[in-house]
């Protein structure tokens, strides 16, 4: 290996030995017990869009690694996302772990704690950690920055040695306690049955607003607007990059950035491949409707945004199929609007997906689907249906709309759930609203018209 990469494999350890382990805002995430060093432990992944807080989640089990009484020497924390390392080689693995044995010799017997982040950058890392797990009395955490580090590939490498989790930013009961506000909890939080004191409404009502602006991102939290903007921008223009272009060798990089930016600008809308490629084909950009079906399922493996599509063909792969997608985040969502203010009702949606997505952790493909049918002469929609496409079961029926004031709305939402509940065997339903708050009984079952404010609560 080049002797300069050695040099700065050194200093990466020899800096985090002397800084320490920064102070974090403790997230929600749970990584279950702490595993004492051993061969054979399991192997925490977690994966995530770019800049979530996945090191700041290691840092926070490392400081309950010490807090449990380990010495802080025996801990290892390697972030291999810098380009330093390039050209990555295999053997760079190997190579840390010895410069770590070597200042550290105790750690070798007596067992050590990895923390690999962004792991996924370096080639076959897969199998460094299999014979790691055979070999090395330890307890290993990994992150990445690819679905696929949960499915295919840990599936191929690991074959049951790994606990896979994932991260998303801040959910909005962790936006308020980062506020500084209490952030009430519940079983039934969807339900709107929970007590709340009036000073409680009112910081949860405003915390709500700045989170349907703001977004979950930490380090956008306290900039200005537009500062914010630019660097969510930066982010979701990064992530293209590395985890798109550059990992498939994309020849248009063109094509793949304008396409993010308008599935981004699209979250809760329906997004149509033919529609796009007619436009990009127009503005002569030279594409084809089966390479944006591709790109689009890469932004997916990157968790920069979801599709959602119609329950009955959730399943299907077809390339030429239109889906409702939502961006990872509603500020996201805001950084690439023409018209971020008067989105308001993109803005919820996206933030009461999200809200499912992490409630169905590791979702299976069709775990949340949108509803069109028809019953009699009329038809109906409901933006998501939480389920089984596989089976065509479902369990939780959810609206969105900014209000009910107006009589239309009313009924096409209240009609869509009433139609809807018999068709599956559930007896309850869900309109997520901005502020409002009510209880509709119907003969087919009970509609909870809910804040958002109390709904997006974990």
Request: glycine share 6%; charged share 25%.
């Amino acid at each position: 290996m080049d002797t300069s990469i050695g040099t700065v494999i050194a200093e990466k350890i020899k800096d985090f030995a002397e800084e320490g382990i920064p102070e974090v805002f403790d997230r929600d995430l749970s990584l279950g017990r702490i595993q004492p060093p051993a061969r054979g432990n399991l192997v925490n992944v977690i994966v995530g869009v770019r800049r979530c807080g996945k090191t700041y989640r290691l840092y926070q089990e490392m400081h309950r690694i010490v807090a449990e009484g380990y010495p802080q020497d025996s801990i290892l924390y390697f972030n291999f996302e810098d380009e330093r390392l390039k050209p990555y080689e295999k053997e760079l693995l190997q190579e840390v772990i010895e410069v770590f044995y070597a200042r550290n010799p105790r750690a070798r017997q007596e067992g050590a704690f990895f923390f690999f982040d962004e792991i996924q950058e370096v080639p076959d890392w897969g199998l460094f950690l299999r014979r790691m797990v055979d070999t090395y009395k330890a307890t290993i955490y990994a992150t990445g920055s690819s679905s696929k580090m949960l499915s295919t590939e840990v599936a191929s490498e690991f074959r049951g040695r790994a606990l896979p989790r994932e991260l998303f930013p801040l959910s909005f009961s962790e936006f308020v306690r980062y506020q500084g506000h209490e952030a009430p909890s519940s079983n039934d939080s969807a339900s709107a049955k929970r007590a709340f004191s009036s000073n409680m409404r009112a910081h949860l009502r405003h915390d709500c607003g700045k989170y349907l602006g703001r977004g979950g991102f930490v380090a956008v939290q306290g900039l200005e607007p537009s500062d914010a903007t630019l660097l969510l921008q930066e982010y979701a223009n990064r992530t293209v990059n590395y985890d798109v272009i550059e990992r498939y060798n994309i020849s248009n990089p063109l094509v793949a950035s304008s396409f993010l930016s308008r599935c981004l600008a699209s979250s809760g809308r329906e997004l149509s491949l033919s529609k796009v490629h007619g436009e990009f084909r127009s503005r002569g950009l030279s594409t084809s409707r089966e390479m944006l079906a591709r790109l689009l399922r890469y932004y997916q493996e990157a968790y920069l945004l979801f599709p959602v599509k119609e329950f009955s063909r959730a399943v299907s792969e077809n390339a030429r199929s239109s889906a409702k997608v939502y961006a990872v985040d509603p500020a996201m969502f805001s950084a690439f609007s023409p018209s971020p203010t008067r989105d308001e009702g993109q803005k919820l949606e996206t933030a009461v997906f999200n809200k499912l997505r992490r409630q169905t952790n590791l979702v299976r493909q069709g775990g949340i689907a949108r509803l069109s049918f028809e019953k009699g002469s009329a038809r109906h929609e409901v933006d998501f249906v939480v389920g089984d496409a596989l089976l065509q079961e479902a369990w939780q029926l959810v609206q969105v709309s900014c209000s009910l004031a107006d009589a239309k709305t009313r009924r096409r939402e209240v009609r869509a759930l009433e139609a809807a509940m018999p068709l599956y065997g559930v007896n309850e339903s869900w309109i997520v609203t901005l502020d409002e708050t009510e209880t509709i009984e119907t003969a087919t079952g009970t509609i909870h018209v809910v804040p958002a404010w109390s709904w997006l609560l974990d």
